[in-house]
C-alpha cells in the first residue's frame, strides 16, 4: 500500500468529473483504504451529506 496522501480528518474537494456526481462543499477525510490497484481509496463525508463516499486520491485535491 501507498502512503495516504490526505490524513483523517483533513478537508478535501472533489474533482468535478462525470464519473462522480456530488454536491459541491466541504469534505472530510474518514479513512484511507487500499485498493486492489496500488492506490489509496478514500472514505469522504460531505458536510451537508448523511452518507460516506468512497473515492480514489486521484480525484481529490486538498481544500
Given at each position: ?16 468529473s ?16 487500499p ?29
Amino acid at each position: 500500500m501507498t502512503t495516504p496522501l490526505f490524513a483523517v480528518g483533513q478537508s478535501v474537494s472533489v474533482a468535478v468529473s462525470k464519473l462522480y456526481r456530488h454536491p459541491e462543499g466541504a469534505y472530510r477525510v474518514i479513512g484511507a483504504m487500499p485498493n486492489s490497484g496500488g492506490s489509496t481509496l478514500y472514505r469522504i463525508k460531505g458536510d451537508l451529506e448523511k452518507f460516506e463516499r468512497v473515492i480514489a486520491e486521484i480525484h481529490l485535491t486538498e481544500a
